[in-house]
DNA sequence: GTGAAAGCGCTAACAA
DNA sequence: TTGTTAGCGCTTTCAC
């Protein structure tokens, strides 16, 4: 491949004057910019990205770290910080890290690598290790929807807690008193946040919560959504109602419902947190909606605001709100509607 | 972030040898090696792979290309793909074009410019100016799903031809003869083949083919299946049965149906390519079912041979085979089932 | 076993 | 307006 040499050489001019009619620098007499566009053509010149970024000392890369990319919430979320990033001509790359702290790790290590201006993570668990890998390096990153106890950085996430009492309120008001969540793990924030929200809606019309129904998977994914609900039918009383923390658990409650010949909404009712899937002709599940694709325009926003502001100033924490949507997977329970 | 020069410094080596520690080369003092090992430690050293990759002339990352990074099939491609790259210590760079050419070659310049060591890509569209791009630098790069005319490169398939037989022949011997195709843009390959395969099929059966019912979408999406079915609908003689070209246009169909007050499969049958959901508790649709994992993994693992074999070679053209899998879209047709 | 030095392709003072 | 030069952080040849 052609480089800024045998183009200078070519067009009979330095390297310097190449690289500053790459860069669109003004001073450059127009006749000797349009014969060094004329061989840049002529060469199919193609500039080395990665030497630029080496002098330059900045990639012009952002980094993002997910979860689960085969969920609609990470994707969406995804979408929103792609297209912040394209407005600004940012680079992003990609991690999938299956809620693998593991695999966290080496994208991380990865990343720094490849010396990314910024990180935008979801972070997989509620170990500070990771992440304070990149702060002793000072790369400026935001977390978004999950927070990390003892990490002080830029956050955007949701009111999960808000978002668990309308959902638990909804099931209430249709007469179900015997609700269970199926909760991720006990170390990811929003997990947390959704119990505590479901804990204190009950609590609030004095419904009894029994500690049996409360049960937290190792991941938030459908195999374990089907276990755990597995597990609540084996009991002698059953609830009426559950409430996944996701929409992956949802998905693996409901194949264990039907496995075990029940209907839902008419047997039981179940509820999650976020669209199942972007594609589907008939949405199936009352849920909290979180606005994903703003989350991560907004935190994509921030992050770049951090880059050009030469990393300065207090970290933001913004909590944006949800909304219930009520679909099909949720009907009156035995206690009735109340008025 | 320390540099190889204030290891050395610090271990009172040369940056030599640090180098050798690095990449583990041999002829290294035990004592030397510790030594540097300790300091390495001691700063948090992070190597740059910009740095490296610009002396070595490799960067040992892979880029992928893939049109709808919301679709299950292309993220399970993607994952197949990456699990492959994994194994041999690649990085993998994505990018979503969005079934847009111009998005295609913005993509393709910038992984160009990061001196990627090849590509992995479904091309948007049956021209070859992106893909000329790529040859033109001598970059390997493998197609994936779709072929491109005049691209003589390495290929991997599946038999979308004979899937298609596969579907509308189910289709024919539930009874259904009036069947309509929702195809998406001539210009992709894939699709040319699906309605190959629909009009051979039904050529096999003697069963005529309405011209107005192959309809030709522009992009393989929802939004498009959508207003095509509308369009179906609105004839005088609507078909029994829709044979959408893929999963999402098979959404969109469905949408419609429901608008209309249709019912599927009792007052219509359809079908499709590709599964819609990975996530789904019960996958609704009759579809061919194409090994979208291995395809990512083969494409990878071509991809990687040429890539440490010098790029010699004549190109590979794979084609995997389908599977039929029927599910609850599909019902008999106004014919009856044939015995 | 170890180091000096050249070079990968580019940017950015500084001079001219 | 243009060119010279010194890096950016690393690999690698060659010599010791």
């Known amino acids: 491949?052609?480089?800024?040499?045998?183009?200078?050489?070519?067009?009979?001019?330095?390297?310097?004057?190449?690289?500053?009619?790459?860069?669109?620098?003004?001073?450059?007499?127009?006749?000797t910019r349009q014969k060094v566009l004329d061989v840049l053509r002529e060469l199919n010149?193609?500039?080395?990205?990665?030497?630029?970024s080496l002098a330059r000392k900045s990639t012009s890369i952002i980094a993002v770290l997910v979860p689960d990319i085969t969920?609609?919430?990470?994707?969406?979320?995804?979408?929103g910080i792609e297209d912040k990033a394209c407005e600004n001509e940012l680079l992003v790359i990609l991690g999938n890290t299956d809620e693998d702290p593991s695999k966290e790790q080496i994208y991380i290590h990865k990343f720094l690598e490849r010396r990314v201006d910024g990180l935008i993570v979801v972070p997989v668990e509620n170990r500070r290790k990771n992440l304070k890998i990149i702060q002793r390096h000072e790369i400026p990153f935001v977390l978004v929807d999950r927070r990390v106890e003892g990490v002080?950085?830029?956050?955007?996430?949701?009111?999960?807690?808000q978002g668990a009492r309308l959902l638990v309120n909804h099931l209430i008001e249709l007469g179900h008193r015997d609700i269970a969540m199926l909760s991720g793990p006990k170390e990811v924030s929003v997990f947390r946040e959704r119990v505590?929200?479901?804990?204190?809606?009950?609590?609030?019309?004095n419904i009894p919560v029994k500690p049996e129904f409360i049960l937290y998977g190792q991941k938030p994914i459908k195999e374990i959504?089907?276990?755990?609900?597995?597990?609540?039918?084996?009991?002698?009383?059953?609830?009426?109602?559950?409430?996944?923390?996701?929409?992956?658990?949802?998905?693996?409650?409901?194949t264990a419902l039907q496995q075990a010949g029940l209907n839902v909404p008419r047997d039981l009712s179940v509820t999650c947190f976020d669209d199942n899937d972007s594609n589907s002709?008939?949405?199936?599940?009352?849920?909290?909606i979180q606005p994903?694709?703003?989350?991560?325009?907004?935190?994509?926003?921030?992050?770049?605001?951090?880059?050009?502001?030469?990393?300065k100033g207090q970290a933001n924490k913004i909590l944006m709100q949800t909304e219930l949507v009520k679909r099909y997977s949720t009907a009156p329970g035995p206690a009735g509607i109340a008025d």
């Open 292 to 311: 994903a694709y703003m989350m991560g325009y907004v935190a994509a926003e921030i992050l770049i605001k951090r880059l050009k502001n030469n990393k």
């Open 196 to 205: 505590e929200g479901f804990l204190s809606a009950m609590r609030d019309k």
């Open 45 to 52: 010149y193609v500039p080395n990205a990665n030497a630029g």
């Open 225 to 254: 959504g089907y276990n755990l609900t597995c597990r609540l039918l084996s009991y002698k009383t059953r609830p009426t109602a559950i409430f996944a923390a996701n929409n992956s658990l949802a998905v693996g409650t409901v």
């Open 71 to 79: 969920n609609t919430f990470f994707t969406t979320l995804l979408r």
């Open 1 to 31: 491949m052609a480089t800024i040499k045998d183009v200078a050489k070519k067009a009979g001019v330095s390297i310097t004057t190449v690289s500053r009619v790459l860069n669109n620098h003004p001073h450059v007499r127009e006749e």
């Open 281 to 288: 002709f008939k949405p199936f599940f009352t849920s909290v």
């Open 152 to 161: 002080d950085a830029d956050f955007v996430g949701s009111d999960n807690y």
